[in-house]
Every structure is written in C-alpha cells, then in structure tokens.
C-alpha cells in the first residue's frame, strides 16, 4: 500500500465514529480497501465509496459487507450500470423510489444519493420480512418468493466480504 494511500485512510479514519473503536475502523476501510481494488483501480474512488458504503449502512443498521455483497452482485462497483429494468447505479435503485422516498432531481447515478436510497430501502425490506435476510434481498431485486438472488448476494457475501470474528 503506498504512502499516499495510508495518510489518506488515516485521514478518512480520524474523521469516522462509526465503529467501536479507531482500530475496527481502520481494520476494515484497509481490508476492504484492499478487497475493493481489482473492481475500482483509483484510490481516492474507493476510499470515498468505502466511506460513503460505511455512513450509508451503519445509518440503515445494515451490515457493511452485506451492503458491499449486494453493491458487487448488482453493479459489479460501476457507479453508472444501468440494468434493462432501468435500475440505476451501484445498488440499482429503480426511478420511482424518487416519488416513494426521495425527489424527482435526485441523481441515482450519483454514489452517495445511491447508496442513501439503497439502503433505505433494503433496511425498509428487512424490516418488512421481520429480519429475513433472504426474503429482504427477494423483494429488494424483485424476484419475492424466488432464491436466486439472495443466493448469489449471499455466496458473494460468504467468498468475497466475509470477516471473521
């Protein structure tokens, strides 16, 4: 990890009050931040997603690599995806949430607004299933009643974001 990279995780981290303690913290934005790079090359881009992933989830009461596994099987990381549905951005949030929860001017593309929106809605869908993460992640993707979705947000889940202990 370059020099650069470390003052600017260390900076992101003494601006953060999310975990515990300084050192979770910085545990995570490190390993994630490592985990995030064959998908986002640019530093700053993934430390900024990595902060925005942490404010947005914790917000929700989501857990973070849930969070990150839904983000990796919906867009792959790509900001900009739009799905043949017209869902767009990183959590390929659909338009009419706009009306339901937000405004029409809001720019689903844009990664914080994005995150803001999905999150707001999966904790909306596990409030709704009682705690279900698998029914919560069906009625997020629009597949109620089918598995292959939660399927592969949680094989995501179990092989890519997992953290031990």
Same mark, same amino acid.
């Given at each position: 990890?370059?020099?650069?990279?470390?003052?600017?995780?260390?900076?992101?981290?003494?601006?953060?009050?999310? #975990?515990?303690?300084?050192?979770?913290?910085?545990?995570?934005?490190?390993?994630?931040?490592?985990?995030?790079?064959?998908?986002?090359?640019?530093?700053?881009?993934?430390?900024?997603?990595?902060?925005?992933?942490?404010?947005?989830?914790?917000?929700?009461?989501?857990?973070?690599?849930?969070?990150? +596994?839904?983000?990796?099987?919906?867009?792959?990381?790509?900001?900009?995806?739009? +799905?043949?549905?017209?869902?767009?951005?990183?959590?390929?949030?659909?338009? #009419?949430?706009?009306?339901?929860? @937000?405004?029409? +001017?809001?720019?689903?593309?844009?990664?914080?607004?994005?995150?803001?929106?999905?999150?707001?809605?999966?904790?909306?869908?596990?409030?709704?299933?009682? @705690?279900?993460?698998?029914?919560?992640?069906?009625?997020?993707? @629009?597949?109620?009643?089918?598995?292959?979705?939660?399927?592969?947000?949680?094989?995501?889940?179990?092989?890519?974001?997992?953290?031990? @202990?």
């Amino acid at each position: 990890m370059s020099a650069q990279m470390i003052r600017q995780l260390s900076s992101a981290l003494a601006n953060d009050h999310h #975990f515990e303690d300084h050192f979770e913290t910085e545990v995570w934005m490190t390993d994630m931040n490592r985990r995030l790079t064959p998908f986002l090359p640019d530093a700053d881009q993934r430390l900024e997603l990595l902060k925005g992933i942490q404010r947005e989830a914790l917000r929700a009461s989501l857990n973070l690599q849930l969070v990150l +596994s839904v983000i990796d099987v919906e867009s792959r990381f790509l900001s900009k995806a739009r +799905s043949s549905a017209g869902a767009e951005g990183l959590m390929q949030v659909m338009p #009419f949430w706009k009306k339901e929860i @937000g405004r029409d +001017s809001d720019d689903l593309f844009d990664p914080d607004t994005n995150l803001r929106y999905g999150c707001t809605i999966l904790a909306w869908y596990l409030k709704v299933e009682k @705690g279900d993460v698998t029914r919560a992640l069906a009625r997020y993707n @629009g597949s109620t009643g089918k598995t292959r979705y939660p399927e592969q947000v949680m094989t995501r889940w179990d092989t890519r974001w997992w953290i031990e @202990g």
